[in-house]
C-alpha cells in the first residue's frame, strides 16, 4: 500500500490542523492506519493508531484528549484532526499502515512521506 500524507502546516498554538493521507494500491481497509512524528533532533514517536474497521483507536499520552485519529476506508484515507496545539506538536508527522495489530507501533512497515506541522506560540 501506498501513502502520501498532507495538511500540514503552521499554526499558532492553541489552534487546530486536520490532516490526511490518501492511500492507494491494495485496499487500505484490511489494513490497521497510524500516524507517527519526528521533532528536530529527536526519534519518531508513535502518535495514534486506528484499527482497520476503525472500531478500535489508541493514542500516545502527549496528544491524549487533543488529538483524534479517524478513517473512511470508502475514500482509503486515514484523518489526525489536531486540536490545542502546543508548540511541542512541532514535527514532521508520517502516516503508516500495518498488516499486524494496530495497537503496536511495531507492526507499521508502510510509511508515506511526511507533512511538516509547525506550531508557534
Known amino acids: 500500500v501506498q501513502l502520501q500524507a498532507c495538511g500540514g502546516g503552521l499554526v499558532q498554538a492553541g489552534g487546530s490542523l486536520r490532516l490526511s493521507c490518501a492511500t492507494s494500491?491494495?485496499?487500505?481497509?484490511?489494513?490497521?492506519g497510524g500516524w507517527f512524528r519526528q521533532a528536530p533532533g529527536k526519534e519518531r514517536e508513535f502518535v495514534a493508531a486506528i484499527s482497520w474497521n476503525g472500531a478500535s483507536t489508541t493514542y500516545a499520552d502527549s496528544v491524549k484528549g487533543r488529538f483524534t485519529i479517524s478513517r473512511d476506508n470508502a475514500e482509503n484515507t486515514v484523518y489526525l484532526q489536531m486540536n490545542s496545539l502546543k508548540p511541542e506538536d512541532t514535527a514532521v508527522y508520517y502516516c503508516a499502515a500495518s498488516g499486524a495489530y494496530f495497537s503496536d507501533p511495531r507492526g507499521f512497515d508502510s510509511w508515506g512521506q511526511g507533512t511538516l506541522v509547525t506550531v508557534s506560540s
Open positions: 494500491g491494495r485496499s487500505f481497509s484490511s489494513y490497521a
